[in-house]
């Protein structure tokens, strides 16, 4: 129960983290906006929600001297992918504190970049938050007001990383992988509720088989044509040399 509701969690602070990138793409560009901003916010918070709650869970199973080899091995791994997100999380908040600060919306400095990208990002920070429509508050002063408190945290983030380290010793080259590299994009996938087919392993083999066949097919009849312009050649230069020695 403990490593499916790990799991669980892990999953949860993953997509967050994600749909977190996706928003701080946006900054920036045409598609900037107070309500962008104010859908960052949230989104970092409910990461870092979702952090603390993965840490205290994935700590206190660590340090359960009673459990399994296997069960230790496989809460390592999921130590290590928490280790990940929190990595990226960092690097995102660095990145919005940056380019917050050279975009700031109340007194804008420069020009947004037309980087091509329309339309409003509300439905990914809806899917972070786990809610069917955003709601934002209308605060004039959130692009200053916030970058003071996004600084703060970011130290918080840091702090966090570092107690962990000290808490939590795991060498992550030492973690093995479950599965190979690129298993999951040929395991059972479905993308949220829509309607996009399963891709299965069965379904993957025999178009595999067919690209085989086609190529071998394309190499035969590449031989054929090559042979076919030699004899063409051969017959030409032949029928050359019977019409010069009867003249």
């Known amino acids: 129960m403990g490593k499916e509701e790990c799991k669980t969690m892990l999953d949860a602070l993953s997509k967050v983290t994600a749909c977190y990138r996706h928003l701080v793409i946006a900054m920036g ?15 970092r918070k409910k990461a870092q929600e979702l952090a603390v709650a993965n840490r205290t869970k994935l700590t206190s199973l660590l340090k359960d001297k009673t459990i399994s080899k296997e069960d230790r091995a496989e809460y390592e791994r999921l130590w290590v992918l928490f280790s990940s997100c929190m990595e990226l999380l960092e690097v995102d908040m660095k990145r919005s504190l940056e380019i917050g600060q050279d975009f700031p ?3 804008p ?27 934002y508050e209308a605060d004039s002063n959130i692009d200053t007001a916030d970058l003071r408190e996004l600084q703060s945290e970011i130290s918080q983030v840091s702090q966090m990383m570092e107690e962990m380290e000290m808490k939590v010793q795991v060498a992550p080259w ?5 599965q190979e590299a690129g298993a999951e994009l040929k395991s059972n996938l479905s993308v949220g ?12 083999e025999p178009k595999e088989e067919e690209g085989g066949r086609g190529s071998r097919d394309t190499g035969f ?9 030699f004899v063409i050649v051969i017959v030409a230069v032949v029928l050359g040399y019977l019409v010069v020695n009867m003249s």
């Open 29 to 43: 560009s045409t598609s900037d906006s107070q309500n962008l901003r104010e859908e960052l916010k949230k989104t």
């Open 105 to 107: 919306l109340k007194v």
């Open 109 to 135: 400095t420069r020009h947004l970049i037309q980087t091509g990208m329309t339309g409003s990002t509300t439905a990914v920070a809806a899917r972070a938050m786990s809610v069917q429509n955003m709601k």
């Open 174 to 178: 030492a973690v093995e992988a479950k």
């Open 193 to 204: 509720n829509s309607s996009v087919g399963v891709i299965s392993i069965c379904e993957e």
């Open 221 to 229: 009849a590449s031989i054929c044509a090559v042979v076919g312009f």
